[in-house]
């Protein structure tokens, strides 16, 4: 097979390979800057002459796609959801959240979840390599899966990608490639530099610092408080902690680069730090491209609770957005609203939890300002209507604000709501009180 010779028959223009997508279709994008940029606008332009057409993207990034512009062709949905699927939802009241457990995705394809739909799947990847290898780079997911289903593949080439090292499933071979359209070097991959931790995501990773061992094994979720987490690790003067997750975030780099984090007591991946995506800013980017240190797996390795469990002190940090006094933790909706999803948590929580002296840690800030800028309490008597319950109360572990953490396995339920409100804010505590008395969930003989 002369690859460069076939490379030069598949390479066209966007237009021309979105040509290949149907009325009916199921379009399947890549995950995160795996979406495709020139194509989305391109089939976007064909929005007259298409009916029906499903397309499935995981945590859409910038840009804002074109094809959620014309709901009458199109239907955007997504595995999760991000700030811009919040965006698109308000503004243009489109795009639907579909919820999975993480792990499973690549089985869902694999199974003919996508039928009797025809697929085809577009996505940004790594030019191509000598042996005709296209590169996934800052996705992995369920890459290989829905490529695997697909009637059409569509790469749509980009200089910026990193070239990510597996683990496995990490690249496509040109054989099983479609059409090649060739991205301009100015289409950059949206970095997200990470949040700054504020005065409370400080004091929540103090907390949880003291539960981190000698050779524990750490997955971090998005957001402030891993980063705080990561922070205070590299600062630490902990040894051989090991790396494992779902996303690769720029916490891994302090920890990896200061010595703490070296897998070198990991029962599996020993020396390497598997993941199935990153986000994050472009220093972290760069720190993965060709590093023989990180490994791209796809999710049904890296999230399969089977797997966490092999390694004994898993320690899973993810963040939450409400919790009442049962427990539930709803790390995704605001009442209806859409915020976020369930992403790799209900894995990491259930898996940590079966690994040898494996621990999970919910966290959240005590308090939120509303939309009317009053400041609510995130740990409640009982979710708003339509809020999602995230993780069961039978799963949750250990709960963590800026005023304390407290492990609530296998505590009755008047146990869990006074530990709960021992972490409250302060100023909710005598309501939450009243609360749990009315459900029956508060001892009187308790101190108050």
Aim: with cysteine.
């Amino acid at each position: 097979m002369d690859i460069q010779k076939d490379y030069q028959q598949k390479l066209t223009t966007a237009e021309k390979a979105v040509q290949l997508v149907k009325s009916g279709d199921r379009v399947e994008y890549g995950a995160f800057n795996g979406k495709p940029v020139l194509c989305d606008k391109a089939l976007a332009a064909r929005h007259n002459e298409l009916q029906d057409v499903l397309i499935y993207a995981v945590t859409t990034v910038p840009p804002v796609p074109e094809t959620v512009k014309f709901p009458q062709a199109f239907t955007y949905m997504d595995w999760h959801f991000s700030k811009i699927n919040r965006v698109m939802q308000k503004q243009y009241g489109l795009g639907f959240y579909s919820p999975i457990i993480y792990h499973l995705a690549p089985r869902y394809y694999r199974e003919g979840l996508a039928r009797p739909r025809r697929q085809v799947t577009i996505l940004q990847t790594t030019p191509m390599d000598k042996n005709g290898y296209f590169n996934f780079g800052l996705q992995n997911s369920e890459t290989m899966a829905k490529i695997e289903m697909s009637e059409v593949v569509i790469v749509e080439v980009n200089p910026n990608m990193p070239r990510a090292f597996g683990g496995n499933e990490e690249s496509v071979h040109i054989a099983k490639v479609t059409a090649i359209v060739e991205a301009p070097k100015e289409q950059v991959l949206a970095a997200m530099p990470p949040a700054e931790p504020t005065e409370a995501d400080l004091k929540i990773a103090e907390n949880i610092l003291p539960f981190i061992k000698d050779e524990s094994v750490v997955q971090l979720g998005i957001g402030g408080i891993p980063n705080a987490v990561g922070r205070l690790i590299a600062q630490s003067g902990l040894k051989n902690l090991g790396g494992h997750t779902e996303m690769l975030s720029d916490a891994y780099i302090d920890m990896i680069q200061s010595g703490v984090m070296n897998g070198s007591k990991k029962a599996i991946d020993r020396h390497k730090v598997p993941y199935t995506f990153a986000l994050g800013s472009q220093r972290l980017y760069d720190f993965i491209h060709e590093n023989a240190g990180l490994a791209s797996y796809p999710a049904n390795y890296t999230n399969d609770p089977r797997v966490i469990a092999r390694l004994d002190n898993f320690v899973s940090i993810n963040n939450a957005l409400q919790v009442d006094l049962y427990s539930q933790v709803n790390g995704e909706s605001l009442g209806m609203y859409q915020v976020s999803g369930n992403g790799g948590m209900f894995d990491f929580v259930l898996g940590s939890q079966w690994s040898k002296n494996g621990k999970s840690f919910i966290c959240l800030n005590s308090t939120y300002q509303n939309a009317e800028g009053k400041t609510e309490s995130r740990i409640m008597a009982a979710l708003a209507p339509h809020s999602i319950v995230t993780i069961p109360r039978q799963l949750v572990d250990y709960v963590v604000t800026e005023f304390g953490a407290v492990k609530l396995k296998p505590k009755p339920t008047w146990q869990r709501a006074e530990e709960l409100i021992s972490i409250a804010h302060p100023d909710f505590r005598e309501d939450l009180i009243q609360q749990a008395e009315k459900l029956r969930i508060w001892r009187r003989s308790n101190k108050r």
